[in-house]
Each structure stands twice: as structure tokens, then as C-alpha cells.
């Protein structure tokens, strides 16, 4: 596959040194911990998944509340594997967002984030955000009683953020309660607003790998690693990890399509035992622990300005780790790590069991 | 492929999936469509197998080769431009 | 008759193979997410049921529309109260067309075509006359369908 002709075209207009330098000389460090290296790719490539079936989705599906659940009844039972391609949507948005985690807490727990790649965990933590505003938005679409309820708590819990929670309730519903409206704005947020902003934040994201290269674990440091080309040996192993996710995913999405609960009805109560999405859970769990009043003041704004801190200090972590800054071992934030990724994962098993 | 295509052309005539509004089939459920759709699911993981196998295979020639050098470029030859 | 010599490098055939394979298993998975993509085509339907007073009724020399598929059909009563039933859509480019009375003509008015009362194509662009149908009444029931097109109600 050389066309000589057609690279003489383009090489006489355009000068690709750099690119083909980037190409040739990008190399990849071996070592014990490689294989997170993979957690990102494997990330983007259900992202791509997402995006080409999210856009044939997009040419049934009805964002209008009366049609909504009929239009996705319709895509599962009318159109030629629409079922199938609506289970692998689901599929898909559950296995990326689970992966998604991983990357996080490995990425975490191996201090990728340490100078220079502060701002990779910057637009990386912006990327969580947004993907998990993809779950919420897309699973609201059905318009079915689960996710009508569950999108009621959900934005019924972001207004009781202090200070911007009335703002943030408003702007999320598009009004005072769930509506119509607020379908409207999800599937504006999910198929136009969240795309172009993880366009923006993951080619940022993307360009910084490549700049700074990637990052060695602490533990390897001063160690003369070996070092692999990227193209082409560990784009070909990308592409055998990728292949064997697309398995699983097309199996899951083959066995266990989705529930499509009734269709929602905004007088009606709430049905039994609604739970929200898995990757809420742990938020929910905690808001559970927490009394109806604590030192006199209401116990859900407490939680929730213990969350909102928790989650900022997550944010600033880069900042605030200085010895990992200086290179240096930093086992107080590998124990603060490790306390995150035990709290997220309890809680979260506790909130499903229960 | 072509034949699990053409039965669900058959079933875009049978409209009372619709009508079943409390219960809408989440996948095709006649035997006959479900057996298609997991030999489809057999031949979709035997494909994808037999790709892995060959990017392995095409890994280690990669590595073989980089192993003997041959596969490096010296920037200090002179090509004819 | 063994060669001594390989006809095809290594490298060439690995690469035929594996980029053959991949290229195959990537065109299967994208034309299964194409077929979905792809709207179903309606077809037109072989013929319609309509309700036999509505549309005998109608006064001479005008015309009623009915569904036919996604497109629209006319019953046509003729000043000489001869009804016959036709695809109410142009020739050239499948606008819709309308019937003028005081013309006794159809008239296409994306490109300023006419057909006659009978349909053949008099003025303007259209190439082809007017597709007429066939009808029946059975049981207070008209039933409208293709030429040739044997239409058996099932008793209800």
C-alpha cells in the first residue's frame, strides 16, 4: 500500500517531516505496569463505538416527550438490528464508563499526573465529567419511568449544591420540575453540546500524550527501560485489546439487551426500588449516610459540600502532591489514592446490593 | 449476515410487537431468529479470533525482524531523492 | 513442480492476509451499522381501502384525495360522472398535482406542467402521462389497486 504517486502529490505541497518524524520516533517504555497503559485507548475506542452507533440512533429516535419511548420501541422492534445496535449503545456506554474509571484510578495510583502532565489530569478529570453527563443524558432519552425518576433525584440533588444549585437545577431541567423541556435539553446536551466538548478536551488530551510521551511509574525511574516503537507494535496490540473489548461488547449486547421500562408519566409516583446508574451510586450511598440534620443544619447540604470539597481536592490533587512534583516517592498520596478507589468501589458495591 | 437480514424484513410486517406496549420484545424471540442471531454471534467471534491470531502473527514477524536490525532505517545513508 | 525460489515475500503475504482479514471484518461489522442506517424504503402499497360513500360522492368534475403509500392518489369524478382513480403525482418530478375544474386539466405547478383529463401529458415538461389505477366497490368498501393487481378482502 505505497502509491508513490499519490505521496509525491501531497509531498510536494506539504512538508510531513514532523509527522513522520513523530511517527517513526514515538516509542513506548517497557516495564511491569504497561499494560494500564492501554486503559486510555481502550477508552476512545468505545468513544468511537459510541459515536457511530449514537449517530445512527440519532436518525429514529424521537427527542419529542409524546414520541420518545415510542420511537425507541420502534427502533428495537421495526428496524434491521436496531435492536442489537441500541444493546451495543448501552453496552458500550457502561463498558466505557467503567473502563473510564480504571484509567482514572490507575492514572491516579501510578502518578501519571505528576509534572509535566498536570494538565493531562486537568482536561482528563473534565473528560469524566462530560462522560458521565453522556450517561445521565442518554439514559434519560427512553423517557421510561426508571430514568425519569432517576434523572429527578439526580438533578433534584445538583440543586442542593451550595450557592450555584438552583442555577445548576434550572439549567439542567429547563424549568422548575422534569419535563418535556428537559428531554429537549438532554438530547441537546448528549448528541451537540457534551460531543463538541469532548472533541475539544480529548484532542487536547490526545495531544498532550503525544508531547509529553508517556509516563513512567516513579519506581522505574533511573532504570534504563527498554523502549518499543509505536507504529507499529503497540498499535498493533492496541488493536488486538480493542478487538478482543468489541467482543465482549458485541456479546453482551447480544445476550442481555436492555430493559425498556414503561413509559414515564410526570404524575405518577416513583416506581419501587429505582436506583440510578451504577457510577452514581457511590454519591448516593454517601448522601445516605449522612442524618436529615447534623449540628443543626440540613444534613443533604452538608453531604453535599463534603462531596463538592472531596471531589475538588480530587481535582487539585496534581497540585497539591509536591514531592510527587519533585520526582520523588509520595506514599501519603498513594494512601490517599488507594482511600479513594476503596471508598468509590464499597460504595458502590453497597449501593447495588442493597 | 444476509439471512438473519431478510427475516427481520419479515418481521418489520408483524406490527403486534408494537401494539404489546407493555412489553416490547427487546430482541427477536422466535427460535428460529434467535438461533440465527447466536450462530451470527459464533461466526462473529470465529472471525474475530482468527484476526487476532493473524496480528499476532504479524507482531512477531514485526519483532523478529526488529530484532535482526534489518528493520531500521540509518538516517546516514544517502537515498537517491 | 517445486520452485526454488518463494513467489511472494513473507512480509507481502502477511500483509495481504492480515490487511485482507481486517479490511473484511471492518467492512462486515460498518454494512451491518450501514443496514440499520439505511431507511426502509416504502414501497408503494399493491392497493388501498377506502370508504365507498366518501369518495363516490364527491360532486362532478372535481377531485378527492386518499393516501397511497406515502403518496397521494385522486378519485376523479369527470363532468360526465365517470369516476376513475389515479396517482395524484407528476410525471417530471413527482410533485403533487392539483386539478383544475375550470380547466379541465391537471395542473403541476413546480414546473408548470398540465395533463388532461385522461391524464396524457399536453403542456410543459412532463414526459409520461398519468399513472390511472384501477377500483372495485364491494361492500359499501372501494377499493382501489394497481392494474393487473388481484385484491382478495379476507372475510372478516
Same mark, same amino acid.
Given at each position: 500500500?505505497?502509491?508513490?504517486?499519490?505521496?509525491?502529490?501531497?509531498?510536494?505541497?506539504?512538508?510531513?517531516?514532523?509527522?513522520?518524524?513523530?511517527?517513526?520516533?514515538?516509542?513506548?517504555?517497557?516495564?511491569?505496569?504497561?499494560?494500564?497503559?492501554?486503559?486510555?485507548?481502550?477508552?476512545?475506542?468505545?468513544?468511537?463505538?459510541?459515536?457511530?452507533?449514537?449517530?445512527?440512533?440519532?436518525?429514529?429516535?424521537?427527542?419529542?416527550?409524546?414520541?420518545?419511548?415510542?420511537?425507541?420501541?420502534?427502533?428495537?422492534?421495526?428496524?434491521?438490528?436496531?435492536?442489537?445496535?441500541?444493546?451495543?449503545?448501552?453496552?458500550?456506554?457502561?463498558?466505557?464508563?467503567?473502563?473510564?474509571?480504571?484509567?482514572?484510578?490507575?492514572?491516579?495510583?501510578?502518578?501519571?499526573?505528576?509534572?509535566?502532565?498536570?494538565?493531562?489530569?486537568?482536561?482528563?478529570?473534565?473528560?469524566? #465529567?462530560?462522560?458521565?453527563?453522556?450517561?445521565?443524558?442518554?439514559?434519560?432519552?427512553?423517557?421510561?419511568?426508571?430514568?425519569?425518576?432517576?434523572?429527578?433525584?439526580?438533578?433534584?440533588?445538583?440543586?442542593?449544591?451550595?450557592?450555584?444549585?438552583?442555577?445548576?437545577?434550572?439549567?439542567?431541567?429547563? #424549568?422548575?420540575?422534569?419535563?418535556?423541556?428537559?428531554?429537549?435539553?438532554?438530547?441537546?446536551?448528549?448528541?451537540?453540546?457534551?460531543?463538541?466538548?469532548?472533541?475539544?478536551?480529548?484532542?487536547?488530551?490526545?495531544?498532550?500524550?503525544?508531547?509529553?510521551?508517556?509516563?513512567?511509574?516513579?519506581?522505574?525511574?533511573?532504570?534504563?527501560?527498554?523502549?518499543?516503537?509505536?507504529?507499529?507494535?503497540?498499535?498493533?496490540?492496541?488493536?488486538?485489546?480493542?478487538?478482543?473489548?468489541?467482543?465482549?461488547?458485541?456479546?453482551?449486547?447480544?445476550?442481555?439487551?436492555?430493559?425498556?421500562?414503561?413509559?414515564?408519566?410526570?404524575?405518577?409516583?416513583?416506581?419501587?426500588?429505582?436506583?440510578?446508574?451504577?457510577?452514581?451510586?457511590?454519591?448516593?450511598?454517601?448522601?445516605?449516610?449522612?442524618?436529615?440534620?447534623?449540628?443543626?443544619?440540613?444534613?443533604?447540604?452538608?453531604?453535599?459540600?463534603?462531596?463538592?470539597?472531596?471531589?475538588?481536592?480530587?481535582?487539585?490533587?496534581?497540585?497539591?502532591?509536591?514531592?510527587?512534583?519533585?520526582?520523588?516517592?509520595?506514599?501519603?498520596?498513594?494512601?490517599? #489514592?488507594?482511600?479513594?478507589?476503596?471508598?468509590?468501589?464499597?460504595?458502590?458495591?453497597?449501593?447495588?446490593?442493597? | 449476515?444476509?439471512?438473519?437480514?431478510?427475516?427481520?424484513?419479515?418481521?418489520?410486517?408483524?406490527?403486534?410487537?408494537?401494539?404489546?406496549?407493555?412489553?416490547?420484545?427487546?430482541?427477536?424471540?422466535?427460535?428460529?431468529?434467535?438461533?440465527?442471531?447466536?450462530?451470527?454471534?459464533?461466526?462473529?467471534?470465529?472471525?474475530?479470533?482468527?484476526?487476532?491470531?493473524?496480528?499476532?502473527?504479524?507482531?512477531?514477524?514485526?519483532?523478529?525482524?526488529?530484532?535482526?536490525?534489518?528493520?531500521?532505517?540509518?538516517?546516514?545513508?544517502?537515498?537517491?531523492? | 513442480?517445486?520452485?526454488?525460489?518463494?513467489?511472494?515475500?513473507?512480509?507481502?503475504?502477511?500483509?495481504?492476509?492480515?490487511?485482507?482479514?481486517?479490511?473484511?471484518?471492518?467492512?462486515?461489522?460498518?454494512?451491518?451499522?450501514?443496514?440499520?442506517?439505511?431507511?426502509?424504503?416504502?414501497?408503494?402499497?399493491?392497493?388501498?381501502?377506502?370508504?365507498?360513500?366518501?369518495?363516490?360522492?364527491?360532486?362532478?368534475?372535481?377531485?378527492?384525495?386518499?393516501?397511497?403509500?406515502?403518496?397521494?392518489?385522486?378519485?376523479?369524478?369527470?363532468?360526465?360522472?365517470?369516476?376513475?382513480?389515479?396517482?395524484?403525482?407528476?410525471?417530471?418530478?413527482?410533485?403533487?398535482?392539483?386539478?383544475?375544474?375550470?380547466?379541465?386539466?391537471?395542473?403541476?405547478?413546480?414546473?408548470?406542467?398540465?395533463?388532461?383529463?385522461?391524464?396524457?401529458?399536453?403542456?410543459?415538461?412532463?414526459?409520461?402521462?398519468?399513472?390511472?389505477?384501477?377500483?372495485?366497490?364491494?361492500?359499501?368498501?372501494?377499493?382501489?389497486?394497481?392494474?393487473?393487481?388481484?385484491?382478495?378482502?379476507?372475510?372478516?
Amino acid at each position: 500500500m505505497n502509491f508513490p504517486r499519490l505521496r509525491g502529490w501531497f509531498e510536494e505541497r506539504y512538508d510531513f517531516t514532523d509527522v513522520r518524524d513523530l511517527a517513526r520516533k514515538k516509542r513506548v517504555p517497557v516495564h511491569g505496569r504497561e499494560l494500564w497503559y492501554y486503559t486510555g485507548g481502550i477508552v476512545l475506542f468505545l468513544f468511537i463505538i459510541q459515536v457511530l452507533t449514537g449517530i445512527a440512533l440519532a436518525f429514529y429516535y424521537v427527542p419529542y416527550f409524546e414520541e420518545a419511548h415510542k420511537s425507541v420501541i420502534e427502533i428495537v422492534t421495526k428496524l434491521n438490528m436496531g435492536w442489537f445496535f441500541r444493546s451495543l449503545h448501552h453496552w458500550v456506554a457502561q463498558m466505557a464508563i467503567f473502563v473510564l474509571f480504571i484509567h482514572v484510578f490507575a492514572t491516579l495510583l501510578l502518578k501519571s499526573y505528576r509534572k509535566p502532565r498536570e494538565l493531562l489530569w486537568v482536561s482528563g478529570f473534565f473528560l469524566l #465529567g462530560i462522560s458521565i453527563f453522556f450517561g445521565l443524558s442518554g439514559y434519560f432519552l427512553p423517557w421510561d419511568e426508571r430514568a425519569f425518576a432517576a434523572v429527578r433525584v439526580a438533578t433534584g440533588g445538583a440543586g442542593n449544591l451550595p450557592l450555584i444549585g438552583t442555577w445548576v437545577k434550572a439549567f439542567l431541567r429547563g #424549568g422548575i420540575d422534569v419535563t418535556g423541556e428537559t428531554l429537549v435539553r438532554f438530547y441537546a446536551f448528549h448528541v451537540c453540546l457534551l460531543p463538541l466538548l469532548t472533541l475539544v478536551i480529548l484532542g487536547c488530551h490526545l495531544f498532550l500524550v503525544q508531547y509529553h510521551g508517556m509516563s513512567v511509574p516513579l519506581s522505574y525511574k533511573g532504570k534504563n527501560l527498554e523502549e518499543v516503537p509505536f507504529f507499529p507494535n503497540v498499535l498493533l496490540r492496541d488493536l488486538m485489546i480493542w478487538l478482543v473489548v468489541l467482543g465482549v461488547a458485541v456479546t453482551l449486547a447480544t445476550l442481555l439487551p436492555p430493559e425498556i421500562a414503561k413509559k414515564a408519566d410526570p404524575l405518577a409516583p416513583a416506581p419501587e426500588g429505582v436506583k440510578p446508574e451504577w457510577y452514581f451510586l457511590f454519591l448516593f450511598q454517601t448522601l445516605k449516610l449522612f442524618p436529615g440534620t447534623l449540628l443543626g443544619m440540613n444534613g443533604e447540604t452538608i453531604a453535599i459540600v463534603l462531596i463538592s470539597l472531596a471531589i475538588l481536592f480530587f481535582f487539585l490533587l496534581p497540585f497539591f502532591d509536591r514531592r510527587s512534583r519533585e520526582g520523588e516517592r509520595s506514599p501519603l498520596f498513594t494512601a490517599i #489514592g488507594v482511600v479513594y478507589l476503596i471508598y468509590f468501589v464499597v460504595m458502590t458495591l453497597v449501593g447495588y446490593l442493597t | 449476515m444476509k439471512r438473519i437480514l431478510s427475516l427481520l424484513g419479515a418481521l418489520l410486517l408483524t406490527p403486534a410487537s408494537l401494539l404489546a406496549a407493555e412489553h416490547p420484545d427487546l430482541m427477536p424471540s422466535s427460535p428460529y431468529d434467535r438461533s440465527l442471531i447466536y450462530l451470527n454471534l459464533a461466526f462473529f467471534w470465529t472471525a474475530l479470533i482468527i484476526l487476532i491470531a493473524l496480528i499476532r502473527l504479524k507482531l512477531r514477524e514485526i519483532e523478529r525482524v526488529q530484532a535482526m536490525d534489518a528493520g531500521q532505517e540509518h538516517e546516514k545513508i544517502p537515498t537517491l531523492e | 513442480m517445486k520452485i526454488d525460489y518463494s513467489l511472494i515475500t513473507r512480509r507481502t503475504f502477511l500483509n495481504a492476509l492480515l490487511g485482507g482479514w481486517l479490511a473484511s471484518f471492518a467492512f462486515a461489522s460498518l454494512y451491518a451499522l450501514y443496514r440499520f442506517a439505511f431507511p426502509t424504503l416504502g414501497k408503494e402499497p399493491d392497493f388501498v381501502v377506502l370508504n365507498a360513500k366518501d369518495f363516490l360522492d364527491i360532486p362532478p368534475n372535481s377531485t378527492k384525495p386518499f393516501p397511497w403509500g406515502g403518496k397521494v392518489g385522486l378519485i376523479f369524478k369527470r363532468a360526465d360522472r365517470q369516476v376513475v382513480a389515479l396517482k395524484g403525482v407528476c410525471t417530471h418530478m413527482e410533485c403533487n398535482i392539483v386539478y383544475k375544474p375550470e380547466k379541465e386539466r391537471f395542473y403541476c405547478p413546480c414546473h408548470k406542467g398540465w395533463f388532461d383529463q385522461f391524464g396524457r401529458n399536453v403542456e410543459g415538461p412532463p414526459p409520461k402521462p398519468l399513472e390511472f389505477f384501477e377500483y372495485r366497490v364491494e361492500d359499501g368498501k372501494l377499493i382501489v389497486h394497481r392494474k393487473g393487481v388481484k385484491v382478495e378482502l379476507p372475510k372478516a
